[in-house]
């Protein structure tokens, strides 16, 4: 099954399972061996972690799994706007047949959750992990983006014997038309004020109480917080409807983990009827 996406660039999606429909932006494809997943594995990662998730999920979920963000990876966008990028997630539940859905997001597919739930009514409930609902990074993610961006115009060897989790010391290895995609998406996003969103459906975030990257000049010199807004403004964010929680000794990586995601999403998603 496939859906054409805002430029005409076409997306496989997997279809599993019965009941409620959830869409879930990751890759459904089972995890493989070799260097890149040993590389994954060493800085904290899972690979297969969608196939995981849809495993998990399409006992209580028709999930709608598709891979965005290695779509856009490898079929670069030249406008990925946040309307464009919403227009393809409508895309995709159209193609599946999904009138309504729940939406799951992690990282900047969270952030574009928020922004389809937005832009769309068809969204029945929201689960957004490791990015905060309020007092986004988005200034910072367009530091980062950018510094990204300048690299991949002017490359460097890449670095050695970086330690997993090293992210400062890490040398940018995407090409130009890819990190340029992103960059754009957040320059985008600088007039966003998330401060000013109103939404009337269940939601939910999530982050891991150790979720904040420093980065040096290399990367723009600035601090990419996510666990922070969730636990300095956790009152104000609650106040506004959403349920929040912070996973105590989790970073980044170890927050998507499947064995965190599943029990948050299979004790939460269709519990709000």
Known sequence: MYATLHDGARIEIEVHGQGPALLLPVDPRPAGDGPAAEALRAWGGEPGLGSNLVDGLKGRFTVIAFDYEGHCLAVPKKDLTPGNAVSDLLAVADAAGAETFA?????????????????????????????????????????????????????????????PGDWDSSTPSASPDQTGQFMALYQ?????????????????????????????????GVTVDIAGPLLRHREEIEARGWEVRVLDGLDHMSAMRSEVVLPILTGWVGRHG
């Open 103 to 163: 939406y799951y997001g992690y990282s900047w597919l969270a952030m574009m959750g928020l922004q389809l739930a937005i832009r769309s009514d068809r969204v029945t409930e929201l689960v957004m992990g490791g990015y905060p609902p309020l007092h986004g990074p988005y200034r910072e993610m367009l530091a980062v983006t950018e510094a990204a961006w300048e690299y991949a115009r002017n490359p460097e060897p890449p670095a050695e014997n970086v330690a």
């Open 188 to 220: 985008e996003l600088q007039e966003f004020d998330d401060r000013a969103v109103t939404l009337h459906i269940p939601r939910l975030c999530f982050a891991g109480s150790g979720d904040a990257i420093v980065y040096g000049d290399k990367w723009g």
